[in-house]
Protein backbone atom coordinates (compact mmCIF):
# COMPACT_ATOMS: atom_id res chain seq x y z
CA UNK A 1 0.00 0.00 0.00
CA UNK A 2 2.91 2.38 0.83
CA UNK A 3 4.64 1.47 -2.66
CA UNK A 4 1.45 2.26 -4.10
CA UNK A 5 0.94 5.78 -2.54
CA UNK A 6 4.70 6.90 -3.42
CA UNK A 7 3.98 5.90 -6.87
CA UNK A 8 0.71 8.06 -7.75
CA UNK A 9 2.52 11.04 -5.69
CA UNK A 10 4.84 10.76 -8.12
CA UNK A 11 3.21 10.46 -10.79
CA UNK A 12 1.29 13.74 -9.40
CA UNK A 13 4.31 15.39 -9.39
CA UNK A 14 5.82 14.62 -12.55
CA UNK A 15 2.52 15.86 -14.83
CA UNK A 16 2.96 18.71 -12.73
CA UNK A 17 6.49 19.73 -12.08
CA UNK A 18 7.74 18.67 -15.88
CA UNK A 19 5.89 21.52 -17.62
CA UNK A 20 5.90 24.10 -15.14
CA UNK A 21 9.81 23.43 -15.01
CA UNK A 22 10.19 24.20 -18.65
CA UNK A 23 7.99 27.34 -18.04
CA UNK A 24 10.11 28.33 -15.48
CA UNK A 25 13.40 27.85 -17.15
CA UNK A 26 11.94 29.58 -20.11
CA UNK A 27 10.96 32.71 -17.73
CA UNK A 28 14.13 32.95 -15.67
CA UNK A 29 16.14 32.60 -18.76
CA UNK A 30 14.86 36.34 -20.23
CA UNK A 31 16.11 37.50 -16.71
CA UNK A 32 19.72 37.07 -17.37
CA UNK A 33 21.82 40.63 -17.94
CA UNK A 34 24.91 41.37 -16.99
CA UNK A 35 24.43 43.12 -13.63
CA UNK A 36 21.73 40.06 -13.03
CA UNK A 37 23.62 36.87 -12.29
CA UNK A 38 21.40 35.05 -9.78
CA UNK A 39 18.81 33.96 -12.67
CA UNK A 40 21.93 31.58 -14.02
CA UNK A 41 22.14 30.02 -10.50
CA UNK A 42 18.47 29.54 -10.80
CA UNK A 43 18.12 28.31 -14.19
CA UNK A 44 21.08 25.48 -13.26
CA UNK A 45 18.98 24.42 -10.07
CA UNK A 46 16.08 24.22 -12.48
CA UNK A 47 18.22 22.05 -14.78
CA UNK A 48 18.62 19.43 -12.26
CA UNK A 49 14.82 19.62 -11.43
CA UNK A 50 14.37 18.97 -14.83
CA UNK A 51 16.46 15.63 -14.64
CA UNK A 52 15.45 14.89 -11.38
CA UNK A 53 11.88 14.90 -12.44
CA UNK A 54 12.93 12.57 -15.53
CA UNK A 55 14.34 10.32 -13.28
CA UNK A 56 11.76 9.89 -11.30
CA UNK A 57 9.67 8.11 -14.09
CA UNK A 58 11.90 5.40 -13.36
CA UNK A 59 10.24 4.75 -9.97
CA UNK A 60 7.05 4.52 -11.50
CA UNK A 61 7.96 1.64 -14.29
CA UNK A 62 7.84 -1.62 -13.47
CA UNK A 63 10.59 -3.23 -11.35
CA UNK A 64 11.47 -5.93 -14.67
CA UNK A 65 12.25 -2.67 -16.74
CA UNK A 66 14.61 -0.88 -14.06
CA UNK A 67 16.49 -4.30 -13.63
CA UNK A 68 17.61 -4.19 -17.00
CA UNK A 69 18.81 -0.87 -17.90
CA UNK A 70 16.29 1.69 -16.17
CA UNK A 71 18.78 1.31 -12.67
CA UNK A 72 21.54 4.16 -14.59
CA UNK A 73 18.66 7.14 -13.95
CA UNK A 74 18.88 6.20 -10.33
CA UNK A 75 22.76 7.41 -9.77
CA UNK A 76 21.72 10.43 -12.00
CA UNK A 77 19.03 11.46 -10.07
CA UNK A 78 21.12 11.46 -6.72
CA UNK A 79 23.89 13.22 -8.89
CA UNK A 80 21.77 15.72 -9.47
CA UNK A 81 20.01 15.81 -5.85
CA UNK A 82 23.92 16.89 -5.11
CA UNK A 83 24.12 19.41 -7.65
CA UNK A 84 20.93 21.01 -6.47
CA UNK A 85 21.98 21.55 -2.91
CA UNK A 86 25.15 22.86 -4.44
CA UNK A 87 23.68 25.55 -6.36
CA UNK A 88 21.04 26.24 -3.51
CA UNK A 89 24.23 27.54 -1.64
CA UNK A 90 25.47 29.37 -4.51
CA UNK A 91 21.23 31.27 -4.41
CA UNK A 92 21.87 32.16 -1.32
CA UNK A 93 25.61 33.11 -0.99
CA UNK A 94 24.86 35.66 -4.13
CA UNK A 95 22.25 37.24 -2.23
CA UNK A 96 23.90 37.58 0.75
CA UNK A 97 26.44 39.35 -0.77
CA UNK A 98 24.31 41.98 -2.40
CA UNK A 99 23.25 43.42 1.40
CA UNK A 100 26.45 42.24 3.16
CA UNK A 101 29.22 43.81 0.43
CA UNK A 102 27.20 45.53 -2.38
CA UNK A 103 30.53 47.37 -3.46
CA UNK A 104 32.73 44.65 -3.99
CA UNK A 105 30.00 42.49 -5.79
CA UNK A 106 29.31 45.01 -7.73
CA UNK A 107 32.53 45.19 -9.49
CA UNK A 108 33.32 40.97 -9.11
CA UNK A 109 29.37 39.86 -10.58
CA UNK A 110 29.88 38.75 -14.13
CA UNK A 111 28.47 36.11 -16.29
CA UNK A 112 31.89 34.40 -16.82
CA UNK A 113 32.23 34.10 -12.93
CA UNK A 114 28.81 32.60 -12.28
CA UNK A 115 29.70 30.16 -15.48
CA UNK A 116 32.87 29.34 -13.99
CA UNK A 117 30.77 28.52 -10.52
CA UNK A 118 27.95 26.24 -12.24
CA UNK A 119 30.79 23.94 -13.63
CA UNK A 120 32.15 23.44 -10.37
CA UNK A 121 29.21 22.33 -9.22
CA UNK A 122 28.53 20.56 -11.45
CA UNK A 123 31.57 18.47 -11.01
CA UNK A 124 31.67 18.59 -6.94
CA UNK A 125 28.72 15.69 -6.89
CA UNK A 126 31.48 13.60 -8.71
CA UNK A 127 34.17 14.58 -6.97
CA UNK A 128 31.95 13.52 -3.60
CA UNK A 129 31.32 9.94 -5.38
CA UNK A 130 35.25 9.37 -5.74
CA UNK A 131 35.57 10.29 -2.30
CA UNK A 132 33.08 8.21 -0.56
CA UNK A 133 33.90 5.22 -2.98
CA UNK A 134 36.86 4.53 -1.04
CA UNK A 135 35.22 5.43 2.60
CA UNK A 136 34.53 2.61 4.45
CA UNK A 137 31.02 3.98 5.60
CA UNK A 138 29.99 6.27 2.90
CA UNK A 139 26.48 6.50 4.23
CA UNK A 140 27.24 8.45 7.18
CA UNK A 141 30.16 10.54 5.47
CA UNK A 142 27.55 11.30 2.72
CA UNK A 143 25.23 12.87 4.86
CA UNK A 144 27.93 14.87 6.87
CA UNK A 145 29.00 16.53 3.82
CA UNK A 146 25.42 17.09 2.74
CA UNK A 147 25.04 18.89 6.41
CA UNK A 148 27.55 21.41 5.84
CA UNK A 149 25.14 23.71 3.98
CA UNK A 150 22.64 24.35 6.81
CA UNK A 151 25.10 26.88 8.91
CA UNK A 152 25.57 28.29 5.99
CA UNK A 153 22.20 28.70 5.19
CA UNK A 154 21.41 29.87 8.35
CA UNK A 155 24.90 32.45 8.25
CA UNK A 156 23.90 34.01 4.83
CA UNK A 157 20.11 34.61 6.37
CA UNK A 158 21.32 36.18 10.12
CA UNK A 159 24.17 38.02 8.33
CA UNK A 160 21.76 39.36 5.61
CA UNK A 161 19.01 40.47 8.08
CA UNK A 162 22.02 42.31 10.26
CA UNK A 163 23.23 44.16 7.35
CA UNK A 164 20.03 45.12 5.74
CA UNK A 165 19.94 48.26 8.16
CA UNK A 166 23.72 49.13 7.32
CA UNK A 167 22.83 48.82 3.29
CA UNK A 168 21.33 52.21 1.42
CA UNK A 169 22.26 50.95 -2.27
CA UNK A 170 19.28 48.61 -2.74
CA UNK A 171 16.11 49.24 -2.68
CA UNK A 172 13.05 48.17 -0.29
CA UNK A 173 11.75 45.77 -2.64
CA UNK A 174 14.79 44.10 -3.52
CA UNK A 175 15.91 43.97 0.04
CA UNK A 176 12.58 41.81 0.70
CA UNK A 177 13.19 39.71 -2.50
CA UNK A 178 16.41 38.48 -1.29
CA UNK A 179 15.15 37.90 2.77
CA UNK A 180 12.39 35.84 1.13
CA UNK A 181 14.38 34.51 -1.53
CA UNK A 182 17.19 33.52 1.65
CA UNK A 183 14.21 31.93 3.93
CA UNK A 184 12.66 29.92 0.83
CA UNK A 185 16.12 27.94 0.14
CA UNK A 186 16.17 27.71 4.25
CA UNK A 187 12.85 25.68 4.53
CA UNK A 188 13.56 24.33 1.10
CA UNK A 189 16.76 22.48 3.10
CA UNK A 190 15.57 21.88 6.24
CA UNK A 191 12.11 20.36 5.03
CA UNK A 192 12.83 18.60 1.99
CA UNK A 193 16.68 17.61 2.48
CA UNK A 194 17.03 16.93 6.13
CA UNK A 195 15.54 14.26 6.53
CA UNK A 196 17.48 12.28 3.88
CA UNK A 197 20.37 13.92 5.10
CA UNK A 198 19.23 12.34 8.98
CA UNK A 199 18.33 9.09 7.76
CA UNK A 200 21.56 8.54 6.12
CA UNK A 201 23.31 9.54 9.22
CA UNK A 202 21.49 7.06 11.58
CA UNK A 203 21.62 3.90 8.49
CA UNK A 204 22.23 0.62 9.91
CA UNK A 205 20.50 1.83 13.30
CA UNK A 206 18.75 -1.00 14.87
CA UNK A 207 16.37 1.72 16.70
CA UNK A 208 14.96 2.88 13.19
CA UNK A 209 12.82 1.12 10.10
CA UNK A 210 15.04 2.01 7.26
CA UNK A 211 12.46 0.96 4.78
CA UNK A 212 9.41 3.11 5.97
CA UNK A 213 12.00 6.25 6.56
CA UNK A 214 13.75 5.95 3.33
CA UNK A 215 10.38 6.06 1.70
CA UNK A 216 9.39 8.71 3.52
CA UNK A 217 12.16 10.87 3.33
CA UNK A 218 12.31 9.76 -0.21
CA UNK A 219 8.70 11.30 -0.95
CA UNK A 220 9.95 14.89 0.67
CA UNK A 221 12.99 15.26 -1.80
CA UNK A 222 10.63 14.46 -4.47
CA UNK A 223 8.51 17.34 -3.98
CA UNK A 224 12.04 19.57 -4.11
CA UNK A 225 11.42 20.58 -7.61
CA UNK A 226 7.89 22.00 -7.28
CA UNK A 227 9.41 24.02 -4.20
CA UNK A 228 12.25 25.38 -6.45
CA UNK A 229 9.50 26.57 -8.67
CA UNK A 230 8.79 29.37 -6.22
CA UNK A 231 12.38 31.44 -6.48
CA UNK A 232 10.79 32.33 -9.79
CA UNK A 233 8.69 34.98 -7.60
CA UNK A 234 11.31 36.49 -5.59
CA UNK A 235 13.21 36.94 -9.00
CA UNK A 236 9.92 38.81 -10.50
CA UNK A 237 10.03 43.11 -9.44
CA UNK A 238 6.58 43.89 -7.57
CA UNK A 239 5.47 40.47 -7.08
CA UNK A 240 5.86 40.74 -3.69
CA UNK A 241 4.37 43.69 -3.39
CA UNK A 242 1.65 42.70 -4.87
CA UNK A 243 1.19 39.70 -2.33
CA UNK A 244 1.44 41.86 0.80
CA UNK A 245 -0.95 44.16 -0.72
CA UNK A 246 -3.21 41.42 -1.38
CA UNK A 247 -2.65 39.89 2.12
CA UNK A 248 -3.16 43.61 3.32
CA UNK A 249 -6.48 44.12 1.51
CA UNK A 250 -7.59 41.01 2.86
CA UNK A 251 -6.75 41.73 6.38
CA UNK A 252 -8.78 44.88 6.22
CA UNK A 253 -11.35 43.47 4.67
CA UNK A 254 -11.66 40.72 7.80
CA UNK A 255 -11.05 43.38 10.29
CA UNK A 256 -13.95 45.50 8.65
CA UNK A 257 -16.14 42.69 8.32
CA UNK A 258 -15.66 41.31 12.23
CA UNK A 259 -15.65 45.37 13.63
CA UNK A 260 -19.55 45.89 15.03
CA UNK A 261 -21.58 48.81 13.31
Given amino acids: MDDFIMKVVTIIIICIGLPLTLVAICAVSSLV ?3 HVVPIYVINLL ?6 LCCMIALVLPKDWILSGGFILLPIYGYCLV ?3 GFMVCIALERYLVIACP ?3 RFRRTIKVS ?3 CVVVWALPAVISCLLSAARNPATIHGILLLLPLPLFIFFLGGTLKALSASISVHSDEKRR ?3 MLVLVLLIYTLLFLPTIILSLAWGSS ?9 LSLTFVQFSPLADLFLYIF ?11 SVCCCRMDSDDISSPV
Avoid at 235 to 245: C, S, V
Wanted: avoid cysteine; aromatic fraction near 4%; hydrophobic fraction near 50%.
Fill in 47 to 52: ITDLIQ
Fill in 207 to 215: VIDERKLSN
Fill in 33 to 35: KDD
Fill in 115 to 117: VLV
Fill in 235 to 245: MRKGTIDKLLA
Fill in 83 to 85: ASI
Fill in 178 to 180: IVG
Fill in 103 to 105: LWY
